[in-house]
């Protein structure tokens, strides 16, 4: 790799496959659970999700590339984790945390990628990508936000 925009361009295709896995995973974790306010926030982050992906195409375009995706194996680690949990056959309420916990890593994720992109956009004068990327990272860090409120909301008392 010899220059910052060969590194923005992988970087770039790695968070184009990631949202395209996290907009399945959102859609999978929505009908799982039995708590209609949990798969509600799911649910509206998996429509965000879309806007996202959105948002990267028009970098793509400023870039001058078509949309490329490069496999995410980060991601793609995530939600094999994830899928070991649901191995074990947890209870709803168990598998309601799964979920959260698996969300929240995964937006730690998108925040630190994103976080990088768009000061890398910033760096290479791209003005309006670094500002699609700081809507990305926004959302992103919107939606930990609310993961973290749902998971101090979880009675742990009655899972136990
Ligand atoms: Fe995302």
Redesign the pocket.
Known sequence: MDNMEAMFTHELEDMYSA?HE?LDALDEMAEETEDESIAEVFREHRNE?EG?IDRLEQVFDELGRSPNQEECEAIEGLIAEHEEIKQMDPNPKVLNVANTVSAEKTEHY?IAAYGNLTKLAQQMGMDEASDLLGQ?LEE?KRMLGRLEDLSEEYDYESIA
Request: net charge negative; glycine share 0%; hydrophobic share 15%.
């Open positions: 949202e996290i999700t996202q998108e990305n992103e």
